[in-house]
């Protein structure tokens, strides 16, 4: 029997797994799978440090070419007010399906599933299908798809394409493919100077004129014009902080904190060395400490056969020809693409984290036949 998308998709809204806590997500997930004969592992990993989290590996088959759709099944808090319905429902109203992780990405992981179920009437595979699913995709992201990852090449077991469920289209069904992601890069910054009377300056050391210094020294410029499959470098501040209550005293030190989302144009050592760089040419005279986190480089799969693939089962079902794009945040697809080709495709993305977040039913129904689609031509792709 096949499986409803809509149905299996309510059941998973219907755990509440505000990350990092699971509430029975995978268990359903993990129930539907092994009723089509999947081999399911579930995976425990817990960093010193942080919590716990629970992820799934199931596979389907034991020869390649191995093709594997990737999720989360952790949502981010519904917030304390705003919703017209119980976010963690499942309720069906006007043909849309309402609930946390509705679209950010509960109804993907049911669209491939029911795909998964559609494709199996005709037969086994001429490989294996697999699904690698965290749930610790919307916090740290240490001990999710990284640690699966880890857990496979130490079994020795391959994935040879994969595709990411998340929300990528910006208007409908069909807008866009994520062919790449910009990678993601955190400073922290503090200057040092010497505490003192405002009315005596000279006796003191005010690190704040050199912060503003520096911080202008790496915002006044763009970082690049872009690249062949990237939009332009950014940075932004998102917090400068003294921390002086009294405004008669010249603070000891000035704290920034900035991120930068990178194109291939940089490494996170590049980076590195400009942010130095740039510092020490207008910080002369004080101390600074840089210390920086790279949650994730940048990568592009370049269009070729999985690409392809993947747009025309989008075309051939919505009648449009998806844009190939790198914009937005990051994904887990930053560590997947280190063992494979990956690209992402999901539903529209409009209300992910918001209040009342929904997918269209038909939608669902549209991605579930997307889905379908590469499943029916993937291994012939893979082969060739």
């Given at each position: 029997?096949?499986?409803?998308?809509?149905?299996?998709a309510?059941?998973?809204i219907?755990?509440?797994?505000?990350?990092p806590?699971?509430?029975?997500?995978?268990?359903?997930?993990?129930?539907?799978?092994?009723?089509?004969?999947?081999?399911?592992?579930?995976?425990?990993?817990?960093?010193?440090?942080?919590?716990?989290?629970?992820?799934?590996?199931?596979?389907?088959?034991t020869?390649g070419?191995?093709?594997?759709?990737?999720?989360?099944?952790?949502?981010?808090?519904?917030?304390?007010?705003?919703?017209?319905?119980?976010?963690?429902?499942?309720?069906?109203?006007?043909?849309?399906?309402?609930?946390?992780?509705?679209?950010?990405?509960?109804?993907?992981?049911?669209?491939?599933?029911?795909?998964?179920s559609?494709?199996?009437?005709?037969?086994?595979?001429?490989?294996?299908?697999?699904?690698?699913?965290?749930?610790?995709?919307?916090?740290?992201?240490?001990?999710?798809?990284?640690?699966?990852?880890?857990w496979?090449?130490?079994?020795?077991?391959?994935?040879?394409?994969?595709?990411?469920?998340?929300?990528?289209?910006?208007?409908?069904?069909?807008?866009?493919?994520?062919?790449?992601?910009?990678?993601?890069?955190?400073?922290?910054?503090?200057?040092?100077?010497?505490?003192?009377?405002?009315?005596?300056?000279?006796?003191?050391?005010?690190?704040?004129?050199?912060?503003?210094?520096?911080?202008?020294?790496?915002?006044?410029?763009p970082?690049?014009?872009?690249?062949?499959?990237?939009?332009?470098?950014?940075?932004?501040?998102?917090?400068?902080?003294?921390?002086?209550?009294?405004?008669n005293?010249?603070?000891?030190?000035?704290?920034?904190?900035?991120?930068?989302r990178f194109?291939?144009?940089?490494?996170?050592?590049?980076?590195?060395?400009?942010?130095?760089r740039?510092?020490?040419?207008?910080?002369?005279?004080?101390?600074y400490?840089?210390?920086?986190?790279?949650s994730?480089?940048?990568?592009?799969?370049?269009?070729?056969?999985?690409?392809?693939?993947?747009?025309?089962?989008?075309?051939?079902?919505?009648?449009?020809?998806?844009?190939?794009?790198?914009?937005?945040?990051?994904?887990?697809?930053?560590?997947?693409?280190n063992?494979?080709?990956?690209?992402e495709?999901?539903?529209?993305?409009?209300?992910?984290?918001?209040?009342?977040?929904?997918?269209?039913?038909?939608?669902?129904?549209?991605?579930?036949?997307?889905?379908?689609?590469?499943?029916?031509?993937?291994?012939?792709?893979?082969?060739?």
């Amino acid at each position: 029997m096949t499986i409803d998308p809509v149905a299996l998709a309510q059941d998973l809204i219907r755990c509440p797994s505000v990350t990092p806590r699971d509430d029975g997500a995978l268990g359903v997930l993990e129930a539907a799978l092994a009723s089509m004969g999947f081999t399911c592992h579930r995976l425990r990993f817990q960093q010193e440090g942080t919590e716990p989290v629970e992820n799934l590996y199931a596979r389907l088959g034991t020869e390649g070419p191995n093709f594997c759709f990737a999720g989360h099944t952790d949502v981010v808090p519904p917030g304390d007010r705003g919703w017209t319905v119980d976010p963690f429902a499942g309720e069906v109203m006007g043909g849309r399906l309402f609930g946390r992780g509705a679209v950010d990405m509960k109804g993907a992981i049911a669209a491939f599933v029911a795909a998964v179920s559609r494709r199996l009437e005709d037969g086994p595979p001429a490989g294996s299908i697999s699904l690698l699913i965290t749930g610790d995709e919307e916090g740290v992201a240490i001990n999710g798809t990284r640690k699966v990852l880890d857990w496979l090449a130490e079994r020795g077991e391959r994935i040879d394409a994969c595709v990411v469920g998340e929300p990528t289209n910006p208007k409908a069904l069909g807008d866009m493919i994520k062919i790449g992601r910009r990678g993601s890069l955190t400073g922290f910054l503090t200057v040092f100077g010497a505490q003192g009377h405002v009315a005596y300056p000279h006796l003191a050391d005010n690190p704040l004129p050199r912060l503003v210094r520096m911080l202008a020294a790496i915002t006044e410029q763009p970082m690049d014009e872009g690249t062949a499959h990237f939009q332009p470098s950014t940075l932004a501040l998102t917090t400068i902080d003294v921390d002086n209550t009294a405004t008669n005293v010249i603070p000891a030190q000035g704290k920034a904190t900035f991120n930068i989302r990178f194109n291939d144009a940089h490494t996170p050592a590049s980076i590195e060395a400009w942010l130095r760089r740039s510092f020490d040419a207008v910080g002369v005279g004080g101390a600074y400490e840089l210390e920086v986190y790279c949650s994730g480089d940048s990568f592009v799969t370049p269009p070729g056969p999985l690409t392809e693939l993947v747009a025309e089962a989008v075309e051939g079902v919505t009648g449009r020809r998806p844009e190939y794009s790198t914009t937005g945040g990051t994904s887990d697809a930053r560590f997947i693409k280190n063992v494979c080709p990956v690209v992402e495709f999901g539903l529209v993305g409009q209300t992910m984290h918001k209040v009342d977040e929904y997918c269209s039913v038909e939608d669902l129904r549209q991605l579930t036949a997307i889905y379908e689609s590469i499943l029916k031509g993937v291994f012939t792709r893979l082969a060739g």
